[in-house]
């Protein structure tokens, strides 16, 4: 039996609930045993439910379940070195943009909720809205591959395997000139390889006037 | 007030708990830990290793 309740005057509404006194008090029909069971399957359940959901949204076919996606960037990848190539690897959206370690993926998920905000809006719903934003987006994204020093680039690519006698004489002198020293990151020269280009003339110092991102220079230290 | 300490009241308010309130608060919290890093890179980036 539940204890008795208190004086009527004395009975605020939460008190007095028949629900709230089952939830707080002992249980007196069923055994720990069962309850314990219980909870133990509710929380395997719900741990995998959630991992199932966080892996379903680390999808390129969710990625690509907007339009703004599928019809811009999603079609620019294709022809792309990251798309089709000798060895059949390719990459999929999340491989590049989202983290990998739980922490830091989960930020980025909490963040990716404004990009929800814009879609409802129509931020970029057309192909000429997107190239408009793109510049933006773009040196977003730049900034965030510096930032964490291009993780994502380094998830499959690693300075220790590279073999700089099968690259170009070019690409192997800056490689090892620049990458292996720390000087430069992946994304500092590796801009545009996966999508087009913004309009790169808006950006100030983008380039050596050829378009493509400025090269480290091979003379000095 | 006897029906408060019925077995089926206790079924209904256990299967509340485990199934709807602890998953609920589980992924609030998720949630409220990744707008705290989201937050923390705000303050200190430039814009922060995610």
């Known amino acids: 039996m539940s204890d008795p309740l208190p004086p009527r005057g004395r009975r605020s ?33 719900f741990w995998g439910g959630f991992n199932t959901a966080m892996e379903a949204a680390n999808t390129e076919s969710f990625c690509i379940s907007c339009h ?22 390719r990459a999929t959206c999340p491989d590049c943009h989202t983290p990998h370690p739980w922490t830091l993926k989960i930020a980025r998920k909490m963040q990716a909720s404004r990009e929800v905000w814009a879609k409802l809006f129509g931020t970029i719903d057309t192909r000429q809205k997107f190239l408009e934003r793109r510049t933006l987006m773009a040196q977003r994204e730049w900034a965030r591959m510096t930032a964490n020093n291009s993780a994502e680039c380094r998830n499959c690519h690693s300075a220790q395997s590279m073999d700089f006698t099968k690259q170009q004489p070019r690409a192997a002198a800056v490689h090892q000139a ?19 280009l913004p309009k790169t003339e808006e950006i100030e110092g983008f380039d050596d006037g050829d378009g493509s991102p400025s090269m480290p220079e091979l003379t000095g230290p | 007030m006897q029906a408060a300490t019925g077995k089926w009241r206790e079924a209904v308010v256990f299967l509340f708990l485990s199934v709807m309130v602890w998953p ?27």
């Not at chain 1, 028949?18 to 509710?42: C, D, E, I, N, Q």
């Not at chain 1, 703004?68 to 690897?89: F, K, P």
């Not at chain 2, 608060?25 to 995610?50: E, K």
């Open chain 1, 178 to 196: 620049r990458l292996l020293t720390g000087e430069r990151t992946c994304i500092d020269c590796h801009k545009g390889i996966a999508h087009l």
């Open chain 1, 68 to 89: 703004e996606m599928r019809d811009n960037v999603y079609r620019e990848l294709q022809g792309t070195i990251h798309w089709t190539n000798r060895s059949g690897v």
């Open chain 1, 13 to 45: 509404w939460l008190i007095g609930n028949v629900w709230y006194r089952t939830a707080t008090r002992p249980a007196v029909h069923f055994s720990l045993l069962f309850l314990t069971l219980g909870g133990f399957v509710a929380g395997v359940a």
């Open chain 2, 24 to 50: 609920v608060i589980a992924g609030g919290f998720v949630a409220a830990y990744g707008l705290a890093w989201w937050v923390y890179f705000i303050f200190a980036g430039p814009p922060g290793p995610f």
